[in-house]
């Protein structure tokens, strides 16, 4: 069955240290993962996705099929990454964008 | 505010009541996706519209929920006999029909209390 594995509901950093925060998956086709952030009060957002493979606001994640991984990295946190955190995985063979979530990881950025 | 509307913001209900949400997806999005979150969890897939016609529903959606579409626009999601384990934030989402796996956009969802 596929699943998506976020193992740490809180992660807490102090401001200008690196973040890593944890995505596992399960699936048996050709995986597209995502990254999708809340912030306080706002709507779920799209932060990136694996295929663009490009750098959002300073966050960075790599798709690492033999560990099936995806992990979101930020060298420098900033206190305005503080927010909700959701790894998404997308069923390549339904024909539409069904996403399976991760629980999240709360993120909170200290001065 | 253009992005995907949804109303009512929040719902208490008694149990056993009756409730209806409606999602307003951007525009030209004619893809609509229903999602729940409940505590501690992230969103689960509820079901998926392509224009009006409903393709898919997960074995979440119970006999008392029902959801439309009717003129490819707007759609409504039903919660009869509302049970208080359907308590959750129902999230609305739509995106393009360009490409397979376009970007969905996420509603600020509908907060449902069953008391």
């Known amino acids: 069955a596929q699943r998506v594995t976020q193992p740490e509901k809180l992660l807490s950093v102090f401001k200008g240290a690196p973040v890593e925060l944890k995505c596992n998956y399960s699936?048996?086709?050709?995986?597209?993962l995502f990254w999708y952030v809340q912030y306080s009060r706002q709507r779920l957002q799209l932060l990136l996705r694996h295929i663009s493979r490009e750098s959002i606001k300073g966050f960075t994640a790599d798709l690492n099929k033999g560990e099936t991984s995806f992990h979101l990295k930020k060298p420098f946190a900033q206190e305005e990454d503080s927010a909700m955190y959701y790894c998404?995985?997308?069923?390549?063979?339904?024909?539409?964008?069904?996403?399976?979530f991760g629980t999240g990881t709360r993120l909170l950025v200290s001065p | 505010d253009t992005g995907v509307s949804q109303d009512p913001r929040h719902k208490i209900t008694k149990r056993g009541q009756n409730v209806t949400f409606r999602c307003d997806p951007i525009s030209e999005h004619n893809r609509l996706y229903w999602y729940r979150q409940t505590l501690g969890q992230g969103p689960e897939f509820l079901t998926y519209?392509?224009?009006?016609?409903?393709?898919?529903k997960s074995r979440l959606l119970s006999d008392r929920f029902s959801a439309e579409r009717p003129k490819g626009s707007f759609s409504t999601l039903e919660i009869q006999r509302t049970e208080q384990g359907d308590s959750a934030m129902y999230l609305c989402a739509s995106s393009s029909r360009q490409g397979r796996n376009t970007e969905a956009f996420f509603g600020q969802g509908t907060r449902l209390t069953v008391v």
């Open positions: 699936y048996s086709g050709s995986p597209e």
């Open positions: 998404a995985l997308s069923l390549m063979n339904t024909g539409f964008q069904k996403l399976v």
């Open positions: 519209f392509q224009n009006e016609a409903q393709l898919e």
